[in-house]
């Protein structure tokens, strides 16, 4: 596998600068999560690593090689695209192996069948071998298109959005299957989601992107307890960070207009009252939708909690998070 490195690199469209100086080093064999709305740069970032499109400016390296002029195939990457890309007149089994029949590797038959057969197995497809590409589901599709990078062994993996298409328990599963494959096998992988879960479950790395620049980058918890701004704060944790006056419990460090909360930040049955909205029963934990004077924010509490709408719960915070006016994070 390799280290991934961007060094100072820019990307613009016409008048849109979709990366702007974006530095990062992806470790070998770390799991990295591209996190960010639409159009923060993170499509852009899997493209310009893999090949399909060059920077306007910086540098990007692959295990200690300098990208510069080479063909996606002379990287040796996989990239999974959002939007399933099989040969339609190929079988599944067809379509699993035709990576493995490149000039470039030469891989023996019985190699070929033995990883066909084996990511057809993680990916819960083996039934489907014989059938026609067209014959699929498009939850299926997206499995043989994950299938297709998984069977070859190059230098790094570069998905995006694999999973947005399949249900929600095939969904959890392939997370599952896709860390294990990942952490067993010793691979980089760089992989874009909207999903926090995902990024929460299985990275070694997040970076947070916005308008094409490089936010945070770190591991998810260290993220996650340390934000380094309200943006960088709401990529991750369900529900998400309550972003409040930074008074509204008392008095606030000198230069701060707003309080973060999270969950486990809000202290119930202490402080002042608030007033319960809505109560919402998710099984393994109960939402709580509060009303803290005229300010509304979510929490969690028991799963089996006597609260109703309209009763006071008593709050305050502890050890919240505090930023200033143009939302970075003050320590």
């Known amino acids: 596998m390799a280290e991934v490195i961007l060094r100072n690199v820019t990307r613009r469209f016409g008048e849109t600068t979709a990366l702007d100086d974006v530095s990062m080093t992806v470790p070998d064999g770390a799991f990295v999560v591209l996190l960010g709305p639409t159009g923060a740069g993170k499509t852009t970032t899997l493209r310009l690593v893999s090949g399909l499109d060059v920077p306007d400016r ?33 079988s599944v089994r067809e379509n699993l192996a035709f990576p493995l029949k490149s000039p470039l590797l030469r891989t023996p038959r019985a ?45 790094v993996y570069l998905m995006d959005e694999p999973l947005s298409s399949l249900d929600a328990k095939l969904r959890a599963d392939l997370r599952t299957e896709l860390k294990n494959i990942q952490a067993n096998s010793g691979a980089t992988l760089i992989y874009v989601t909207h999903d926090q879960i995902e990024a929460m479950t299985m990275a070694t790395h ?21 934000p380094v701004s309200i943006y960088a704060a709401g990529r991750l944790g369900q529900p998400r960070i309550n972003i409040l006056p930074a008074d509204l419990f008392g008095t606030a460090p000198d230069g701060a207009r707003f309080i ?15 007033v319960v909205r809505r109560v919402e029963h998710l099984g ?48």
């Open 58 to 90: 910086g540098e990007i390296f692959i295990g200690g090689r300098p990208m510069k002029g080479l063909t996606p195939a002379q990287r040796n990457v996989a990239m999974v695209f959002q939007q399933y890309s099989l040969y339609p007149h190929l």
């Open 111 to 155: 190699e070929i069948d033995r990883k066909v057969a084996e990511v057809a197995n993680v990916l819960q497809i083996a039934h489907k071998l014989d059938n026609k590409a067209t014959a699929l589901s498009g939850g299926e599709m997206q499995r043989v298109s994950i299938g297709r990078a998984l069977v070859r062994n190059p230098a």
């Open 206 to 226: 997040v970076g947070i992107l916005d308008q094409g620049r490089l936010v945070q980058f770190g591991p998810p918890r260290e993220v996650y307890e340390n």
């Open 260 to 274: 973060g909360l999270r969950p486990e930040q809000i202290v119930q049955g202490e402080g002042q009252d608030s």
């Open 284 to 331: 393994d934990q109960t939402r709580l939708h509060l009303n803290f004077r005229d300010h509304d924010l979510v929490t969690v509490t028991d799963a089996h909690t006597p609260l109703r709408p309209g009763d006071a719960l008593p709050i305050r915070p502890d050890k919240p998070f505090y930023f200033d006016a143009n939302g970075a994070r003050i320590v």
